[in-house]
């Protein structure tokens, strides 16, 4: 089982425009509407490669509704703590033909102290229905009112329990998350920027340059830090991983990507999924980075 925590879940609108125009009149071509954030991604990721997920988090109002029923009906089993308000929407502005994408992003929902207390009483009762074989997959930004240390709270939970936890957040819960040794993490490149202070250069990292071996070097201080497994993403160069047994590289297939959002979330839920199915970390990237390109592609 790979349990995954949405705490600030959105709905996003994918509007494809001919041309955008800035400051003008705007129509859309077509609108694509899907039940999202990190966690819920990375679900709907693992159900598509037969991995068996279970989503939680929170929600709010008929947008909240929306998403439980979609994923619903996509199979995917889940319990989320409902609370006032409504669950944001995220505004994805693309122009047809090209995977660059333009986001408006709602901060969404409040929570209270009381909310925030429980959905760790469902976190609990979810953890007590795993074992030491299951993964925990925490994604994404909290919503307004979570205390900062609540990424720190979940991983020291499900480490008490025995149960292995990845994170993949950015900003201070980060910096603080990874204080609490999660099993994994998975970085891009500005996010292993402003976890490690490196100064990687402009120019893109390939296997002969000096920012692809900075990379490494800061991946593999982070899992003698404590993290087992450091995965960084870097886009359309690949991605490379970290672990107590080396530190691995594997570069992205050529393609043109229809679209980039939600790559990382794929990436992640196919490098959990090799690790539960007990692949070796070079077979685990290869299979994330396939996952992640099928998902750019389609």
Not at 92 to 110: D, K, Q, R, Y
Request: aromatic share 8%.
């Amino acid at each position: 089982m790979i349990l995954t925590v949405t705490l600030n879940p959105t709905i996003d609108k994918f509007y494809y425009l001919d041309r955008f125009k800035l400051n003008g009149l705007n129509r859309s071509v077509r609108c694509d509407t899907v039940a999202s954030g990190k966690g819920l991604n990375v679900s709907r990721t693992l159900k598509s490669l037969g991995g068996e997920t279970f989503a939680t988090g929170i929600i709010a109002g008929y947008t909240g509704e929306f998403i439980i029923n979609e994923i619903n009906g996509l199979g995917i089993p889940n319990e989320f703590v409902r609370v006032p308000g409504e669950t944001r929407v995220t505004a994805n502005i693309m122009e047809i033909g090209s995977p660059e994408t333009t986001e408006v992003l709602e901060n969404g929902f409040a929570v209270t102290e009381a909310d925030t207390e429980r959905f760790l009483a469902v976190f609990g009762k979810r953890l007590n229905a795993m074992n030491e074989s299951d993964f925990v997959v925490i994604s994404g930004s909290a919503c307004v009112g979570c205390p900062d240390d609540i990424y720190n709270v979940l991983i020291g939970t499900a480490k008490d329990r025995g149960i292995r936890t990845v994170l993949d957040t950015s900003g201070e819960r980060l910096k603080r998350g990874v204080s609490a040794e999660p099993f994994m993490i998975k970085p891009n490149l500005n996010e292993l920027r402003y976890l490690t202070g490196i100064n990687i250069p402009a120019e893109k990292p390939d296997a002969q340059c000096a920012p692809l071996r900075i990379v490494k070097e800061a991946a593999a201080g982070l899992v003698r830090g404590g993290t087992e497994y450091v995965c960084v993403t870097m886009g359309a160069d690949g991605a490379v991983v970290a672990c107590r047994d080396g530190v691995y590289r594997e570069p992205a297939e050529r393609i043109t990507p229809k679209r980039t959002v939600g790559c990382g979330d794929a990436f992640t839920a196919g490098f959990v999924k090799g690790l539960y199915d007990i692949m070796k970390p070079q077979e685990c990237l290869k299979y994330a980075i396939k996952t992640a390109t099928e998902h750019a592609i389609k």
